[in-house]
């Protein structure tokens, strides 16, 4: 069971006329399932240039995103860590994809709470581990397989 802290500081995001909170809640809970896990998670939508500052911030990029993932100390348990997805650049992703925006934010919220589980693709081995319970966590959700 996941319990999601939703914040939309886009108004994009509420102009995509998507109900944000069940799309979010399903998705991370399609992810939850595949972890059997449990706890909170704190997600923000939000525009490029929040996410660009944030990348800029936390990981020295300064470009925005997709998605990115801020795990939560152990200690802190349950609360997971906190999820922001940018409008933008995941709403042009869907569109060259030619993918429902509520698909491809299924996709990167799932993505996403993988990293605050622990889960990365810094090489192929974990890549294909992360990828499998990406595409498991989809397609409990009816959407295909984003790889192929």
């Known amino acids: 069971m996941i319990e999601l802290d939703l914040r939309i500081e886009s108004a994009d995001w ?22 059997t896990t449990a706890g909170e998670v704190s997600v923000l939508l939000t ?40 409008y933008g650049v995941t709403n042009s992703d869907a569109q060259a994809r030619d993918i429902p925006l509520e698909q491809h934010l299924s996709h990167l919220l799932i993505h996403g709470l993988l990293h605050l589980l622990g889960h990365d693709h810094k090489d192929d081995t974990e890549a294909s581990e992360m990828e499998a319970l990406e595409v498991a966590a989809l397609a409990s959700l009816g959407w295909p397989d984003p790889y192929n």
Do not use: H, Y
């Not at 936390?58 to 995103?65: A, C, I, L, Q, S």
């Open 14 to 35: 509420t102009a995509s006329q998507l109900d944000l909170d069940s799309a979010c809640l399903r998705a991370l809970e399609a992810g939850a399932t595949q972890m």
């Open 47 to 86: 525009g490029n240039e929040e996410v660009r500052i944030l990348n800029r911030d936390w990981r020295g990029k300064d470009t925005p995103t997709d998605v990115l993932s801020f795990p939560s100390d152990p200690m802190d348990r349950p609360f997971l860590g906190d999820i922001a997805v940018a």
